[in-house]
């Protein structure tokens, strides 16, 4: 590492009476006082003093590895800083920033005889992209000569290739660099898994505020596919766990792609496990209490469940169809968000309020009560686990509200409780589930055979949610 004083935060150069500085000492000035506003920015008001902080890391979703094809693998563009704890001044410590303009390709290796892991790795480095001439005086004559002009931040990747063996572990990261991923490469041929390892960098105590009610929730916030539970091929008493990202009680945890294994199902009965994302970095499955009408439990404050999985009595493996999807997408859904990423246009015309949803269940007719279910969604049409209150009205042709008179009845006869209702009443306030869930029996009015009658509208609307819309049902009596 450089020990010029040039090259360091805070470092002091004095020059004597008409001493000549180098084009070389100009070019450095630019990165010295770059890195001292690093430092001061980086080191002192946002990461010091911010329990478990990583100093050297990656800002944003950049610097991903993905696969190209083959043993081909690319370095999305992006940028992070270094903390290189080889150099000391007055501040302490030096930051790097790591920058990567244009993504680059990496091939490793052939396949070995034996598995083995590779790393992807990234350093600072800086180069000089522009020259220029100039005239140079040289006692008594003036000389013209091509001179680098403007120096950038750049980077340099380097890959380690693992050594390989029947149960291989990853070498070691270069000196002076980030580590991006660790690959493991089959032996002889196949497919190469990457396993993300980037470091991320997150705001230290002085730049905290407190996160919104709903981002203190846990939840997943990543694409569709981020930490996604599916079936082990072949099936097995196992379930695979996507890698991906998990807000955590207001902290962002990143999991890297794991098998989990469940416990042997019970001889009698069923029960309902839940693999749930821990603060500590783990993935893990809780076992359910097996029982006749089994329930899931509850994840502890510091987990945020994943999936629900049914494990049936005597089961000998876990298919697909066992497992339930209940990775909460708040407070965006997740075609709002792509790997990290919010995307702009689908800010725009797709983050809506939550939904009342009715659906037709069962009955109806002449002077027959029909069975509505009521469900809580969100702007993409799914379901949402959340309590609600809904005011649910009938409306003649006209979308009049039928008075109280008419011979009309609506009752919550589902998972909700009713509020506010009463005998022919035409007005119903309820509230659903924990769910979001309720079910609505409407017995309509009519004197006349079925199909005659008037055109009959229940509408549901969510209470105390601005902009949040309603939905409605008819039929005819």
Known sequence: MPTDPLEQPGGQVLWTTNELITSDDLNRMGPVAAASIFDLVLGRLFFEDQEDASFSGVFGDGLQVTLVSGLQVQIGTGWGMYEDTTVTDAFGVVYRPVVLSTAEN???????????????????????????????????????SSVDTRRVWSSTITVTKGTA?????????????????????????GAITIRDHRPRLHFGQQALCVP???????????????????????A????????????VQGHRYRYPAETL???????????????????????????????????????????AILATILVAALASSITSGVITDS??????????????????????DDVKPVYPKL????????????????????GDGNSVERQCDVVVTLRDSTYQHIGAGSPSDLAETGGGSELAAGTNATTLLLRTSALGAAAITATPPGSTPPGSGPTIYMEATIVGEAGGGADYVSWTA
């Open 106 to 144: 990496e091939t490793l290796d052939a396949h070995d005889a034996n598995p083995r892991i590779d790393v992807i790795s990234i350093g600072p480095a800086t180069e000089d992209d522009e020259a220029a001439s100039r005239y140079f005086k040289s006692g008594g004559s003036a000389s013209v």
């Open 165 to 189: 063996a029947a149960s291989p572990t990853a070498p070691s990261t270069p000196s002076g660099h980030i580590k991006l991923a660790e690959i493991d490469v089959p032996a002889t041929s």
């Open 212 to 234: 919104p009610a709903e981002y203190m929730t846990n939840f997943v916030p990543g694409s569709a596919t981020e930490l996604q539970v599916s079936a082990s091929s072949p």
């Open 236 to 247: 097995a008493m196992t379930v695979e766990v996507a890698a991906g990202e998990a807000d």
């Open 261 to 303: 294994t469940v416990t042997a199902a019970d001889p009698t009965n069923s029960r309902i496990d839940i693999v749930v994302a821990d603060a500590d970095g783990t993935l893990s499955v809780t076992a359910g209490t097996p029982a006749a009408s089994p329930t899931a439990p509850t994840p502890a404050a510091d987990q």
């Open 327 to 348: 990775r909460k997408r708040a407070p965006v859904g997740s075609s709002q968000v792509q790997d990290g990423a919010l995307l702009a246009a689908n800010l725009a």
């Open 359 to 378: 659906t037709y269940v069962s009955g109806g007719g002449y002077g027959a009560a029909a069975v509505y279910s009521l469900q809580i969604t969100d």
